[in-house]
């Protein structure tokens, strides 16, 4: 590849083989690079780069296209600087080439570069977890592509901070850290799959703090230690960090294990000093134990009618010395009993804390140490609409988990962790009333981030509803309900259907805690006894309360405008 000037075409390049075409260093002496490109869509592996100071600044596939198409790099960030550009071509099979050609530097784009500022862009939660694109820049991007996340991954507290992972389906672990729950710095992906094609599917984290497994040599921090599994859905991997998760190793005897199953959960069994893996399979979860996390051995013990990404945790029952294990699927549910390193007796039913429609794939921190640690949760919120953004997808807000003993039995409630008030700015008071039918109470707003307090008292025959920018939210005294959405935004399939999603209480509904975010709605009842997590379109701003059916009495009512997340 030849050098490069400023509105100077250097000529058409073409990988017919694997490998990497480099150019000769250049000045960015314009804000754009014009170019053409067509071939393959796997992002980083059939693509044209810009390498600044030996990191990727700006990349592009071939958008799985056999004809040229023009594209355009807004290289404004890097003016003035030395820059080179390669053509990578590592992938096989049909779509296992790229084309580029009339690459050009220009002061003018040839296709139109829109953009908004990292975390400002109009749909972007500013309360809540959403991926960023680093080198990409293409909008509604989908599985496998940057700015897309789904699964949570091993979520682990370490040397004072929190990580985060989250899958790019199959394709890399997302990678994100905090040091106070709040707010997040996302870093590049932890690790990628070790070929393409190959896949790193979901699983979990874990601090090798006296090093059982001999990965960290003399001197070195604790291993973090990652375990997923390919796509073959039976090799079961390790993937090992030294730096405080800053880089990672896929470790070198992969697989550790050949075994049918996916979504290895592994934590440290404290009591009898040795390492659970918890794998999912054919509706049933499987346990196994290690004294290494390497070698690996069959607990002969299984939990069935289980489904996928398994969180398993001991947890303090409130208001006593005594503990419980909770065992949560994929879908949310759990249930509470006793472990004894190797078997899991289930005291309850399979139950419900959260009946939002987009509450799934459940993971959570250990904060603290000895058995019973306090347990922070967060949830994939699965499904949610972002159109024309450059971001997919979403997480809840953590949660601390908690048992309590209730007129049902034990139960886990799960309620907006306390490091949240750290976001309040203004407050909003008003005294205690009563609404009638018919009467209903506005209230003006200018912010589209609010959290939402206030007592309530309800009739069995008495309904609240709280429209809050179009989302509709409604309260009986045994109930939490979502309903259609009354604003023109909203999907007509979903306006034209009944509930869209209710979770009973157990008691009556004496308390309402909801966050508010540009496009989701999450809604505790009763200090967590219920939630519903859910994702939205946003509409109008205003918030109306209304009663139906008789009188409602409202305690003092707060809402509180929040401030971003994002620094």
Known sequence: MTGLSADVVIGDFTTSTPGRLVSAPFVVSQPYLNFQICGGDYEYKTCLNVVVNGRVVRSETGRATERLHAATFDLTDWLGQDAHLEVVDEADGEWGYV?????????????????????????????????????????????????WLNDLNG?????????????RWNKCWIHAVSNDLVHWTELEPAFFEESLDVGVQSGSCVVDVDNTSGLAAHGDGPAMVAFWSRND????????????????????????????ERDPMVFRDHRRAQWVMVLYGDDRYQLLRSDDLLHWESLDSSISDSFECPDFFELGVDGSDETRWVL?????????????????????AQLQVDGGPHFYATQSWAAGSGTAPRRVQVAWMRGGRYPNMPFNQQVSIPCDLTLHRTAAGLRMFRKPMPELERLSRTRHNWPARVLSPGSPWQL???????????????????TLTLNIYGTQVSVTSRSIALLPP???????????????AEQPTIGEVRKLDIV?????????????????????????LGLTLTASGADCTL?????????SIWH
């Open 516 to 540: 508010v975010d540009t496009t989701s709605v999450e809604v505790f009842a009763n200090d967590g006894e219920a939630s519903l997590t859910a994702c939205v379109q946003p509409g109008h």
């Open 155 to 167: 979520l682990v507290f370490h040397d004072g901070e929190y990580h985060l992972f989250a899958q």
């Open 328 to 348: 949560v699927r994929g879908d949310g549910r759990y249930s509470i009993g006793s472990f004894d390193g190797k078997f899991f007796v289930e005291e309850t």
């Open 486 to 500: 009354d604003h023109p935004h909203a999907p007509a399939a979903e306006r034209q259907t009944g509930t869209v």
């Open 555 to 563: 305690g003092e009512l707060e809402v509180v405008e929040l401030a």
């Open 444 to 462: 003006g707003t200018a912010s589209p981030l609010l959290r939402i307090t206030c007592d309530v008292t309800l009739a069995p025959a008495g």
């Open 233 to 260: 859905n039976r090799s079961q991997c390790v993937s090992y960090s030294l730096d405080r998760g800053r880089t990672w190793t896929h470790y070198a005897g992969n697989p550790i294990m050949d075994l049918p």
């Open 99 to 147: 084309r580029v050609s009339d690459i050009v530097l220009s002061s003018t784009p040839a296709v139109v570069v829109a953009k908004s500022p990292l975390y400002r862009e109009a749909l972007r939660p500013q309360l809540h977890f959403t991926a960023r694109q680093f080198a990409m820049h293409r909008l509604n991007p989908v599985e496998r592509e940057e700015g």
